[in-house]
């Protein structure tokens, strides 16, 4: 497209991130992001499947409570959202997917965008760009302070390049529009519903992390941390703190005591490791022994063994840590992530993409996460079933880091992560999918 079109087609990415921004949802609440994307997709021509038949509903996880769930689509409808998809949607069923064919036959080419934000309140200091341009979030204690606002934006604005060119479209695209990224909650649903089954080829991708040079890619991610993510409850007995001390059994000091030991893991020699706990909520008044504590935890490894090492030694905390205090533990996992690989048979190719856009300056060929992705699930179910799968970087410049209440990012990225992802689903079908290699059948030098 020329400068003018591109600038154009920018600038309404812009707009969708920054509307996306002020309005963050938390995961299977992402009621107002999902009915927009479901809204565009329809107009440009895109078969749009979601609720039910994009996420299976007994596979999700870390579903927030009905009551909570309740609110947001109550807040939803006030808003504005368009009653029908909101239907589509109830319950906490907010996955949406977008499909579009060729005329030809041809490869099923996915690419996941991810919709959710953090638990984090976002800055309020004027020299912020959305205190300071005025799409600030509006809701208390969430923010898109990852980058996942502007995956819906490179999302929307690929669907309408895509459409724009459908008649040179070869074979099937698939648009995957993921709730609960964060948590890794929401992957596991989406591929139980089966839309990764028969994917040829899987891209997805990240503003930023690792990548912080505007018009820097990262071709292939690898590295991936295995993860489990817990809820744990510890039930103690209340009593008067003055009057009868010892008739109550204190919640609040078995979960900080279980807080302190579970920090003090050893780590293992066999790789990374990782444990956090994110938040920890007990007690009810200064007088009253807590017969209730709340806590948030995660645990990661390099690799599933070395994430199962950690997970096994917190369990015996938190249980050990319990019976000193005389309080019940009881814990549910929430989320959980795998380690994965994506494939370096891929990166030659786009390699080969990225030198045809101007605005990319610099590939490299593949870097280590050192975080944990939802995505990886689904790398791992296309690679399984032979296919090809890639995670991307999109290098931007951030002012923060992520999930820090002053993150934000170069919304240049918008329109060089979408240009890149539009090179990729109109070469693939030059590509055929081999067990052991990939071959390029226009020219057949293997990359």
């Not at 941390?225 to 008739?247: N, Q």
Request: charged share 25%; hydrophobic share 40%.
């Amino acid at each position: 497209m020329d400068q003018e079109a591109y600038d154009q087609w920018l600038s309404d990415m812009v707009a969708i991130r920054r509307a996306i921004h002020s309005y963050p949802e938390p995961g299977w609440m992402e009621y107002r992001a999902a009915a927009f994307v479901a809204e565009r997709l329809t107009q440009l021509g895109f078969e749009v499947v979601t609720g039910r038949q994009a996420c299976l509903s007994e596979a999700r996880m870390g579903v927030p409570h009905a009551d909570e769930i309740s609110l947001h689509e109550e807040m939803a409808l006030n808003e504005g959202v368009n009653p029908y998809w909101l239907e589509q949607m109830r319950g906490g069923h907010t996955a949406v997917v977008g499909i579009i064919r060729g005329s030809k036959p041809g490869p099923i080419v996915a690419l996941r965008f991810d919709m959710d934000c953090v638990e984090v309140g976002e800055s309020q200091d004027p020299a912020h760009a959305p205190v300071k341009m005025g799409y600030r979030s509006r809701r208390q204690g969430l923010m898109h302070a990852c980058g996942h606002d502007g995956h819906i934006a490179i999302g929307v604005g690929t669907a309408v390049q895509i459409a724009e060119r459908i008649e040179e479209l070869t074979g099937e695209i698939r648009l995957l529009f993921q709730p609960a990224e964060e948590g890794c909650r929401g992957a596991k649903a989406m591929i139980e519903a089966g839309w990764l089954d028969d994917v040829d080829y899987f891209f997805g991708g990240h503003i930023g992390l690792k990548s912080r040079t505007l018009g820097e890619v990262v071709a292939s991610s690898s590295g991936f941390l295995s993860t489990t993510k817990l809820d744990v409850v510890f039930r103690g007995k209340a009593a008067h703190a003055g009057e009868s001390p010892e008739l109550g059994r204190n919640a609040l000091l078995a979960a900080c005591s279980a807080s302190l030991h579970l920090h003090s893991i050893s780590r293992h020699s066999g790789g990374a490791t990782r444990i956090h706990v994110g938040q920890l909520v007990a007690g009810t008044g200064r007088n009253v022994i807590a017969e209730e504590a709340h806590m948030k935890l995660e645990t990661r490894g390099v690799t599933e063994e070395l994430n199962a090492f950690m997970l096994t030694e917190a369990v015996r905390i938190l249980e050990g840590t319990a019976n000193v205090y005389g309080v019940v533990c009881q814990r549910e996992m929430v989320g959980s992530g795998v380690s994965a690989e994506a494939d370096t048979a891929l990166i030659p190719w786009i390699q080969r993409e990225c030198e045809r856009i101007n605005r990319i300056h610099t590939v490299i060929p593949t870097l280590a996460m050192g975080v944990s992705e939802d995505a990886s699930l689904m790398l791992r179910k296309v690679k399984e079933r032979g296919g090809k799968a890639a995670y991307l970087m999109f290098g931007s410049p951030l002012t923060q880091g992520h999930h820090q209440p002053c993150f934000d990012f170069d919304e240049e990225v918008l329109g060089i992560a979408a240009e890149l992802l539009i090179q990729l689903v109109f070469a693939c079908p030059e590509w055929t999918v081999d067990k052991e290699d990939l071959i390029r059948t226009t020219d057949g030098d293997g990359g």
